[in-house]
């Protein structure tokens, strides 16, 4: 059975979207990174400078400092994933002809603009770029790999 066009516009936009969703994630893997740091440098014996430390401390320190390298792993883990989601994203939209059509998905899709942000700054009316879109995504839709299609 053959999807219909709204269900293969919703995957396509799912699809295009997996970066944003990337960026999300090392956000989130930031802000952890941070708490932990924050954690490492809240205890009194939280100086990481090689110095001894009583033991109520350091065993609070040492814990401290798993977590942080815990959160230092999955931040860098995040990054690596959201460069190569980056750069699948750009192929497939690079692959699409029409110049228009092409800004549109990268303001969209690699930048995170509004529908109204892209009408400005493209100058066009808000209604044509919905119209502009449409297009867009049945031809970014070509270049999407097939093995990718369905995830």
Known sequence: METSTRETRA???AWLDQYRQALRSAEIANDE???ARDAVLSFPGG???GMPRS???SDKTALSVERLTEAEQL???ALEHCRRTRIRVSRVISSVSNANQR???QRRYLLGQSFAAIAGCMHFDYRWIR???QRALAAAAKAI???EKTQ
């Open 33 to 35: 990174l941070e708490i």
């Open 55 to 57: 033991s109520s401390h």
């Open 75 to 77: 931040y860098d883990d």
């Open 131 to 133: 119209r502009l879109h």
């Open 47 to 49: 100086r990481l400078d």
């Open 11 to 13: 995957q396509v936009i």
């Open 103 to 105: 800004e549109l998905l």
């Open 145 to 147: 790999p097939e093995k």
